[in-house]
Nanobody, 121 residues
Framework: QVTVAESGGGLVQAGDSLRLSCAAS????MGWFRQAPGKEGEFVAA????????SYAESVKGRFTISRDVAKNTVYLQMNSLKPEDTAVYYC??????????????????WGQGTQVTVSS
């Protein structure tokens, strides 16, 4: 049984930083997605099970960093220079595997409950 659980959301001001955490039940490929009110969900970032490969959406490149602590089976999303348009519910997800592939397009089928990130202007 693969489980993932996010934590770390909150209310911050534009320009601030925030770090999200995602605890998984094992070492798998992991991704972060977000959904803003009235908008479709979108890919944010992903990291391979080994931590060697990462992928980012263009909108967050240079501001967000995904990383993982292998010993803790935890993935982090460090978000810097936050903007109001980053406001969304952020979800952690896993494909439950260690297979290769395009990180953005893996079969993410295990999802957390989401954590709210609100960036005020």
């Amino acid at each position: 049984q693969v489980t993932v659980a996010e934590s770390g959301g909150g209310l911050v001001q534009a320009g601030d930083s925030l770090r999200l955490s995602c605890a998984a039940s094992g070492r798998f490929n992991m991704g972060w997605f977000r959904q803003a009110p009235g908008k479709e969900g979108e890919f944010v970032a992903a990291i391979s099970w080994s931590g060697v490969s990462t992928s980012y959406a263009e909108s967050v490149k240079g501001r967000f960093t995904i990383s993982r602590d292998v010993a803790k089976n935890t993935v982090y999303l460090q978000m810097n220079s936050l903007k109001p348009e980053d406001t969304a519910v952020y979800y952690c997800a896993s494909d439950g595997s260690i297979t290769g592939g395009t990180l953005k397009s893996l079969g993410y089928r295990y999802w957390g409950q989401g954590t709210q990130v609100t960036v005020s202007s």
